[in-house]
């Protein structure tokens, strides 16, 4: 359960300010950048579909990630230490939390990739980071939305996508006509929480 309720429902009809809510072109990015506890998979189902264009997209931020710490340390570097603020507003409603686009486990691994220049909420980047910052931001968006990263795939009414909202960033053409897509978010924890059970049930047969 979010914001949006369990299984949620998308459409061109700007229910809740958000961009997903509308029929445009939407650049790679990850959803909840303002919750502390972002989703961890997320499922996208069309259920109608009356028009042309909207494709889905799919790109691999790990390897952004790594592709970016083996050519440009010093923006991979940037982007593990600078807190991104997110923020959602709507009336009765203002979440807003903060990580670094590129998050690190303990052993220095990449973890959680948090991009979504939609989501952003004004904020200054520490004065000595500026620079360095903006040049990383703009290097990763440009891997992300280049073509050759992406997987891109038309969702037709039937079509079910699931996928690491801490791994993929998803977006989508533009398109004309009526739409309809719905979706639910799923806990890490607790997807991992049952791939462990499964694990321990494979062992005991």
């Not at 959602?88 to 691994?109: C, M």
Request: charged letters at 25%; hydrophobic letters at 35%; glycine letters at 10%.
């Amino acid at each position: 359960e979010t914001i949006y309720g369990g299984m949620w429902r998308t459409e061109a009809d700007l229910k809740h300010h958000d961009t997903g809510y509308t029929n445009e072109f939407l650049g790679s990015h990850t959803d909840g950048t303002y919750s502390h506890d972002a989703p961890g998979l997320l499922l996208f189902h069309v259920t109608k579909f009356d028009g042309e264009g909207g494709d889905s997209t799919l790109v691999d931020g790990f390897a952004i990630a790594d592709h970016l710490r083996k050519a440009h340390p010093e923006s991979f570097d940037v982007l593990t230490r600078v807190l991104v603020p997110g923020q959602y507003l709507e009336p009765g409603i203002h979440l807003r939390a903060e990580r670094p686009v590129i998050r690190l486990d303990q052993t220095g691994a990449v973890a959680q990739i948090s991009f979504n220049n939609y989501d952003r909420a004004p904020f200054v980047p520490p004065t000595a980071d500026i620079d360095a910052f903006y040049l990383a931001l703009a290097r990763f968006k440009a891997l992300a939305d280049h073509p050759g990263r992406q997987w891109r795939h038309r969702l037709l009414p039937g079509t079910a996508v699931v996928f690491d909202n801490w791994r993929m960033l998803h977006g989508r053409y533009g398109y004309a006509g009526h739409r309809v897509l719905v979706g639910c978010y799923f806990n890490h924890e607790d997807f991992e929480s049952r791939l462990r059970l499964a694990a321990g049930r494979k062992r005991q047969g």
